[in-house]
């Protein structure tokens, strides 16, 4: 396998530094530059609590680099990883380009405990696959407490994880190939998801209840004191 170049693939959007702090969370840490410390609290005000991702047997460690950093992007805040097939990836600085810490991961041991896990949060589960009875992304409401669950690169989800789904959907193709790479279509799919969740204004308040949030805050905080 050839080397892949450093970050060539990767698209960077600036976004201009938060004016005020997003959330009450006081004065700015003396090892910490202002503008800092308010991109962590505006992300922490634009976390969706009640939207999840499931990865089952993702084999290539930059596909799963890719679909973390994309859940970052969109306020995902919870990723279940699920390996009863393929051993699970090394999810480095370098190859997550760190997308990882900033995301809560959960290792799941089976189909069966990872939906538990998900329904107890009050998840409605989309799982990704081709049947008669798959729905395209717009007819799936994504303002409503959902989880998104994707499959292996080349066996896509075991028969389980499409069976126990509360629905399945799939990415209608226009073109002679008839897939898409798996860190592309979570790409998809999400930012189908941020567009419902923005036109509904929930990106506009902070969704993570003041425990929820502080306890993030707190721990990043103190990683990047260490970090200092």
């Known amino acids: 396998m050839g080397h892949r170049p450093k970050h060539r693939y990767i698209v960077r959007t600036p976004m201009p530094a938060p004016a005020e702090p997003a959330l009450p969370a006081g004065p700015v840490p003396p090892y910490m530059s202002r503008r800092r410390y308010y991109r962590l609290l505006a992300t922490l005000a634009r976390r969706q609590p009640d939207l999840a991702v499931l990865l089952e047997n993702l084999h290539d460690p930059y596909n799963v680099s890719a679909v973390l950093r994309t859940c970052d992007a969109v306020g995902v805040g ?53 049947r008669e009875d798959a729905l395209p992304p717009h007819q799936v409401d994504w303002t409503q407490p959902c989880a998104l669950v994707l499959g292996n690169e080349n066996r896509g989800l075991s028969e389980a994880a499409l069976a126990q789904a509360d629905a399945v959907i799939y990415i209608p193709m226009r073109g002679m190939v008839q897939s898409v790479n798996v860190s592309v279509a979570a790409a998809m799919l999400l930012y189908e998801a941020q567009r419902q969740r923005q036109e509904a204004g929930f990106y506009d308040r902070p969704r993570l209840p003041e425990p929820a949030w502080r306890a993030l805050l707190e721990r990043w905080l103190e990683r990047e004191r260490q970090r200092k």
């Open 78 to 130: 919870a990723v279940h990883l699920l390996y009863t097939q393929e051993e699970p990836p090394e999810l480095s600085r370098k190859v997550s380009s760190s997308a990882h810490k900033w995301l809560d991961l959960h290792w799941q041991p089976s189909p069966e405990q990872a939906y538990a896990a998900l329904r107890q949060a009050g998840l409605r589960i989309y799982a990704t696959g081709l």
